[in-house]
């Protein structure tokens, strides 16, 4: 993953007033793409916003694998903190209203793929759901590569796998490739589906922040600003997705 600021901005496209009402077939195909937008309503920080996660914080000491060479005490304070903030919070309307979504379509015609590292999506009862940058609720081991649940508490710190590895939350840091088998769902779905809502995302995280320009679906933008690839979206919707969101799925799927 990397960040990459876009050059100069088109105009913002339209938001939806004026255009015409579209309703999403069951039988279609649709694939949203959310970031931390979507969890600010639960009361989770975004990154990139004045007070957000790397406003606050260097993401170069916390988020790349030398930084968990360097420290991994360090960047294990960090997670655990993140680990609490998740478990307090709790899925919000926008949430509930993409598995409403879901729900609504044809079985195999509904993807979601989260940059989310909080498990909010998997609470609120979505099921087609990939973690593109993996899961701050999962442990992985640095040297065998098990996957755990993640804990509350470990008996020695940095925790340690049985197998003697350092454990590390299986999150995807800077400088560090996708999930190819991920990736490739991923890019499957773009090639076809329909509908690509885009949710809360700031649009400047790579390769991710690409997947606009690599459909001819339908593109909506959901956020409370406009993304730095606002110009891939026929349509950008600004407003808090917890209130636009439902509004949106309730018009498109009437549900
Ligand atoms: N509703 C909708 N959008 C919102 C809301 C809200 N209530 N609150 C904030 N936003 C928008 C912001 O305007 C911003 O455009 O969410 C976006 C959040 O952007 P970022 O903080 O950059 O988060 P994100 O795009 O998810 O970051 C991508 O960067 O560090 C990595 O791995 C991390 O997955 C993350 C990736």
Redesign the pocket.
């Known amino acids: ?1 990397h960040v990459k600021a876009f050059g100069g901005r088109n105009s913002l496209p339209s938001a939806f007033a004026g255009i015409k009402r579209m309703f999403i077939d069951r039988n279609s195909k649709v694939m949203v793409l959310t ?4 969890s ?2 639960s009361g989770l920080k ?4 004045p007070g ?1 996660m ?1 406003d606050t914080y260097d ?1 170069r000491e916390l ?1 790349t694998p030398a930084a968990f060479e360097k420290s991994p005490e360090k960047v294990w304070e960090f997670y655990m903190e993140r680990r609490r903030q998740i478990r307090d919070a709790q899925p919000n309307e926008a949430h509930k209203a993409l598995v409403r979504l879901e729900k609504h379509m044809n079985p195999g015609r509904f993807l979601l793929v989260s ?2 590292v909080d498990d909010l999506h998997e609470r609120a009862g979505q099921k087609n759901i990939i973690k593109i ?1 993996g899961s701050a609720m999962r442990d992985i081991c640095a040297s065998c590569g098990s996957v755990l649940d993640s804990a509350d508490s470990y008996n020695e710190f940095p925790p340690r796998h049985a197998c003697g590895g350092l454990l590390r939350p299986d999150v995807v840091w800077f400088g560090e490739p996708l999930n190819s088998r991920d990736l490739k769902t991923a890019m499957d779905w773009l090639l076809s589906c329909d509908y690509f809502i885009v ?4 649009g ?2 790579f390769p991710v922040a690409q997947f606009v320009y690599q459909t001819e679906a339908t593109k909506i933008y ?4 406009e ?1 730095e690839n606002s110009r891939g979206f026929q349509q950008v919707k600004l407003g ?3 209130i636009v969101l439902p509004e949106l799925i309730e018009e498109l799927c009437e549900v």
């Open positions: 993953m970031g931390a937008g979507i600010a309503e975004t990154f990139r916003e957000g790397w993401w988020a940059q989310n940058h949710i809360g995302t700031s400047n995280v959901i956020g409370l600003e993304p808090k997705a917890g």
